[in-house]
């Protein structure tokens, strides 16, 4: 009897498995069924309450309360361009920008092309011979776009482009992104309003040291590819903002003085195109003065305002100049310890606080065209979702929006009635809302159900556990193991982050883990991460608590989480792993030599081993210089830890990475060579920062491998 | 009771150990224990039979049948200096070289200085500013020196150094070896025997591919390392012999023709210093001309002979002219299959083949005066062995000098009547005697018992196995592990390399194994290696059976030795690893990927795994060209191979080696993430086409840890 027993269990087992609980692969995470199918250029359609997005060969357009309907077809597309000439078969929409209800404007090649969906009519704007790296158009359809490093405009009428600013593609750019994109920075061109004046970044970096590169592709020799690469305490860019007039066809420099290696930050265009703002920041960055310069002359006009803090200050968001009154504008700073919005005036009066209280506002959409209100995107519900809120401007009454718990983003309409809402939560994979703002009707455009369904999908759990301080809570994330018995003991893949301006948990799809994870809790491994403090959008106190020595708190933080591990019956304490990218990798390393009876194995990406060969702009914001604070750069440095690690370690490095040098990997490598460490280590080497494409399922077919073989 | 006795045994293994039995460390390796210590410039000093070596701070002398005694001391040297206004404080004796039989000069920083041993006496002879990276003095003590690839020539006399060739130290190279060390070439300046001319190389290599390099070492950014980098089948570098007379103060080319990028090998002075002798090599390397050129004019006087070969020619060493008839003189040849010596004339008669059989000369060490006999090392008695002999140069009669078996390194003396000859074999360590060659009575020198006598030495055998051709001996090399055991199964490390020109299994201590397959050994692994078809001194048909198809003889014959073990019952054929470095990187490579069922893991060093990206002279001459043999190419590359690696492979990479560049692992690399396939890799970023130094206890430490884990 107790065979027939066994063996009628061991059927169910079976069938259950088949039927029911299809295995996850490692090649699944680059699966396409996992990945929401997002509606393609969302967009609203301006001077009307439609909105549209691209479905394959289709633009559709929709409206609340309808279905959307085919607006234009590829094939149309391609007829009408055929019939001015252009001999081309298009196989996918382009980008395209609406510039009222029925033409839409598009790039092809190097023209800018309208298309009118009514007469199915194209009409070239505007074209240009070079090929451009860069470009950026005006409400004219004017063009400026940077060639090289050099800097054209291109009138719509004119025959050919003007060199603006002439760089050489190594130590001068000009319209190109400064400042190795921090401080909010994007792109190098600003169109002033109307179109007549163009304001851009130029960026000298002939003083900052070369970095040595190579591409490995070539099927003879690898091709050097130096680099310019400002490391933290050593000679850093100097830029300047030029106004270029297109009617005097003449650059004027703004009078934005020295020393020559400050910040110019957040560079914004007056309402009328005449005076422009900088959000200038010293090098030290604790001192931030909002200047107005004149665009004609380039002369400094006045400082609006300045903010310091003892550690630093940080400025992400240009001005946004109300719709109405042109003298006011929000401007969004941390200075009451949240990120939040200030109306101020344009004579350097802050008028009001706009939003307030233990949150941070991310976006601000817009403003109701009175100007009464604002629509942001915020945390105020919790740090772990993102919601639209309206802000009544002159008494700060802020209304929810969006109703369901999750990551909303978010889309104002023209008429600022309606919300275009893509958003998921942990269980929601993808949902696609109109919102009507006032009624709260929904209209749903997509909604796709859980990928995982016929997959054992392990349990995910987010919960708050109190950090090494003692008093601030941090968020974390158990994934437990497919097919969790609660009585057996499991390896841990810890995967952790840790540094400024991220949030690895979230309320999004699967708490904002990715499938990698979901696989190896299908291998069996618990995974688990906790945000530290020092980490994303919890406030400026949270972020500043690793001033000056990154690495300690946060490393005492996931202490936090490596002790709730271990306090679990179904942990097996001796098979940790630890996993983390860039910071990540930084912590990963900084983990297995500061804490060495924790993990047995870890694996670094991209990792930062000592602050010394970071990035200048970064680098010094969150430690200061290696000259000014040399304790806190030999604390944090894994260099000097080599002979803490006893755990297996393996390194993983792009060789063209441009923003973690390999340098790290090497100079680490090379105190383990010199102290007697094992360590692993393995390169991608057509690889930057990170291992992106087919590549990355590699990537993690060696992460398991290495987890597998020394766990 | 049997309590007591087990205890008994306990004690007894115990003392066994510690007594007997040191245990290796894998930092023995850099043991100096276990080098001999070799008699430091140990050499004849001309015009008397004695000897001179440095001990220390001592220059000791001695001569046969007496006790070498101090001929002057470190303090005698830097008092004499003090005297003629050297302050100085040498801590170690410069390398010096006798210029009779009291006088020696050496160079001491940028000054050629000759000491008296009887008066203590210095006398400055030559001084220059520049810091040069290559020297040569004439017999009159002039210098050539090269600085920044510019060659110059300081007159002994003169008061500044002169211009000769202006080069730049990337494309042009002048007064430095060429061709990148290939045809025995390893210098690139030859003073005519007068001292009133010098025959210069002159390299322009700007038609070379950059190859891009960095140098990781400096504390800030990492810094470019560009070099030139010739690669099969590409652009090759051009080379000109230059004569520059002393006295006319002028340049003047050797007409060498075209093509440009032929090979200038082995440039020898005629004995009046009035004719240049070059062997000219086709690119294509199978036809050589001996030509003779004018030294005053550069004219092409004629070809004296020439030498083809349907596979390929390489000529490697110089012409050797007698001491007495000055129209006669050696070639040294392998064209009756083996490298063997040939009496020429200057007309290009071929008088008579003065050695022969089915063994090769490695060395003419010189000649009697009367010019009757040579002086030479060869095989003769052992492919393991080198043995000194005498050869009449008339009827060709030999005479064995050297009596011990093993292998012996010779300096003739200046009467020709004596030899110093050091010494070891596979079980002596080192032995260096002076040797009459008439009487053959021998005094001892230096001898060195057994460094490993405390150590439990393991068994070593060498054998021979038949090729896979069926008829060939190959030499292989057995280590059994310490405390052998033969009911047990052990692990192998299999070690190989299987190039050209070299030679793996020896008669010299330890047979030519290394301290780390010793220790490897005493960890339990068999250790073993195999000489293939295509590796050095065993003849032409024996190292062409590779031609155009490297990797394929090669592991053919490697499985000979594979089926060996397999055969051996203490070997367990389920964990055997392989290991080689640079060409055996290769051959490891190829084994894993061709056998994939043989190795359970490998380590490959510096491995070529595409001849298309190594250098120009080396690989067109065992493989062709890609273009002109894309099939060998197709089948050597392991590229191709990935898919059949079935086991754990480790490739390691000094960062910046520029013999075998780290393309090669790159591009494998690249292989395996394109195809699915897990492979290690570990960097040096600091060393070379070698892990030299004390950083190679951590090599050793590495591939112990690898076989550890994987086998």
Known sequence: MRYSISFLLFILCLSAVSAQQKQLRVEDYANPAFRPKVLQQLQWIPGSIRYSYIDNSKIMAGSLGSTAAVLLSLDELNTGLKVIGIQTDLKGFPGISWKNDSIFTFVHETSLISFDINGKQAVVLNSWAESADHYDFSSNNDIAFVAKGTLFVKAAGAKKAIEVAKGDDFNILCGKSVHRDEFGISKGTFWSPSGDKLAFYRMDQSMVTDYPMADYRPATAAKSKQIKYPMAGASSHHVTVGIYDLKKRKVRYLETGTPADQYLTNVTWGPDGDLVYIQVLNRD?????????????????????????????????????????????????????????????????FVRQVTSGEWVVTDLLGFSKDAKLAYIVGTKDSPLERHCYSVDLLNGNIQKLTTEPGTHTVLLSPDERQLLDSWSSQNTFYKAVLIDVKSGEETILSEQGDPLKDYNKPEISVFTLKAADGKTDLYARLIKPANFDPSKKYPVMYYLYGGPHAQMVQNRWLAGADMFMIYMASKGYVVFTIDNRGSGNRGREFEQA?????????????????????????????????????????????????????????????????????????????????????????????????????????????????????????????????????????????????VRGKDRIHLYMKIEDYFKRNL
């Open 546 to 690: 690793t001033f000056r020595q990154l690495g300690t708190a946060e490393s005492e933080d996931q202490m936090v989480g490596v002790n709730f591990l271990r306090a679990q019956t179904f942990v097996d304490q001796s098979r940790m792993g630890i996993f983390g990218w860039s910071f990540g990798g930084f912590m990963t390393t900084t983990m297995m030599c500061r804490q060495p009876d924790v993990f047995k194995a870890g694996v670094a990406g991209g990792p930062v081993m000592d602050w010394k060969f970071y990035e200048i702009m970064y680098t010094e914001r969150y430690m200061d210089s290696p000259q000014t604070n040399p304790d806190g750069y030999k604390q944090a440095s894994l260099l000097n830890r080599v002979n803490e690690l006893k755990g297996k370690l393996l390194i993983i490095e792009g060789l063209e990475d441009g923003t973690v040098v390999p340098q790290h990997s090497y100079a680490f490598i090379n105190e383990c060579i010199a102290k007697g460490t094992l360590v692993d280590f393995f390169p991608y080497p057509n690889h930057e920062h990170n």
């Open 285 to 349: 960055q604790n001192h931030m003065k909002l200047n107005a310069y004149d665009a004609k002359s380039g002369k400094f006009i006045k400082t609006l305002f300045e903010e310091k803090h003892e550690k630093y200050v940080e400025p992400l968001n240009e001005l946004r100049f109300l719709p109405v009154q042109k003298d006011y504008f929000i401007y969004q700073s941390q200075r009451d310890g949240f990120s939040h919005l200030y109306l101020c005036r344009t004579d350097g009066t």
